[in-house]
């Protein structure tokens, strides 16, 4: 029988060994090496200086004004297994992942919109005050009050490196995180995650939304977050998914039949004249922020779709689009100019191509 080595973990397999190595990075340990986490000295005046070494004294770590901090640079074979992060909420935070020696990042993205929360914003008071939903699926969770948490399998072969940066021109940053990682062997078919963040705002009237566009490779798509605020009275989710693969031009190889279908539900949401809300293990629709007759001026809907049983495979090339379709007066469609954003997850070989560039800070934060 072959040697198991880790990766996959289930209850299926939960209780077979392997030879895999456990390790962890965070500020406490930030090379993840045996045997040296928490020996960092407390600072003067700081609430573990009377306690001493080993009692919680460096928990965070600071993203100066500007400023790019590594967060992890690991030595593989490997496999990063899980993330926990807090922060305060926003957009100013983007968080790059490097695979190998690759000089353009695979994984692109404000750190709310990794975890499937793209409303959240920062600058209208503490921490609790921002909105939150709480978001349970297979895996990403986001638990009160945002702790953020993925569960995405990421293997590589020779190096991860992990940076954040704080794009906010004059404040510092800071962030509790824990990257939990195997060191193991990995099998030659094995692809590499990405994640990339796209936002449009407001989509020009009679444009499709470009979830992905570009992807050149041989992988698998298995999910997308999506943030959408909406600019007009009525239903606005009637818009397909279309998935265009291997060369597909005008016609895709896969279609939807409206947008709360693709994540899961049906009928507008709709229970009670009301939205109702959910959160499961492939498919939610988490998150409605709704007008508040003040500050809060538009509708908002949060939403996420796994495929995780049911990946979406290409051999050369990949583009994923949605339409913004509503339904309007006699009973016709309408054309949408919403809000749009998403973050598109897949697995692929490399090199993959340069991701489009990351918007300026102004037109990624939450208004």
Not at 28 to 37: D, L, Q, R, S, V
Not at 134 to 152: D, R
Not at 224 to 237: A, D, F, P, R
């Amino acid at each position: 029988m072959d040697k198991f080595n880790g990766l996959g973990m289930s209850l299926g397999n939960l209780p077979r060994l392997s030879r895999a190595k456990s390790r962890s990075i965070n500020a406490e340990n930030p090379t993840g090496g045996k045997g040296m986490a928490a020996m960092a000295e407390p600072e003067p005046g700081s609430a573990s200086e009377p306690l001493g070494r080993g009692w919680k004294c460096r928990p965070t770590v600071t993203a100066r004004a500007g400023e790019t901090v590594v967060l992890a640079d690991i030595e593989g074979p490997g496999a990063v297994q899980s993330i926990w992060m807090t922060t305060e909420p926003g957009r100013d935070l983007i968080l790059r992942v490097y695979w190998e020696d690759q000089d353009r990042p695979s994984v692109e993205c404000p750190v709310p919109d990794f975890f499937a929360v793209p409303w959240s914003y920062s600058g209208r008071g503490t921490l609790p005050s921002a909105p939150f939903a709480q978001l349970t699926s297979f895996p990403v969770s986001v638990n009160p009050s945002f702790g953020m948490n993925c569960f995405w399998e990421m293997p590589f072969r020779a190096r991860c490196r992990i940076t954040l940066e704080n794009l906010h021109p004059t404040e510092d940053k800071f962030l509790y995180y824990q990257i939990n990682y195997t060191l193991t062997e990995i099998p030659e078919d094995t692809g590499y995650f990405h994640a990339q963040f796209r936002r449009v705002n407001p989509l020009p009237r009679g444009e499709v939304y470009r979830i992905l566009d570009g992807v050149v490779g041989q992988g698998h798509y298995i999910g997308v977050s999506m943030g959408w605020g909406i600019t007009h009275n009525g239903w606005w989710g009637e818009g397909e998914i279309k998935f265009y693969i291997d060369g597909d031009k005008e016609f895709p190889t896969i279609c939807g039949t409206g947008l709360e279908d693709y994540f899961g539900g049906a009928w507008d949401w709709e229970v009670d004249k009301q939205y109702r809300t959910y959160s499961t293990p492939f498919v939610g629709m988490h998150q409605v922020i709704r007008p508040d007759g003040l500050y809060s001026a538009q509708l908002r809907h949060s939403m996420y779709r796994w495929h995780v049983q049911d990946p979406i495979r290409f051999e050369k090339d990949l583009r994923v689009t949605i339409q913004a379709l509503g339904h309007g007066g006699g009973g016709g469609f309408q054309l949408g100019q919403h809000d749009i954003c998403s973050t598109a997850y897949w697995y692929q070989t490399l090199p993959g191509a340069p991701f489009p560039p990351l918007q300026k800070r102004g037109d990624l934060l939450v208004q």
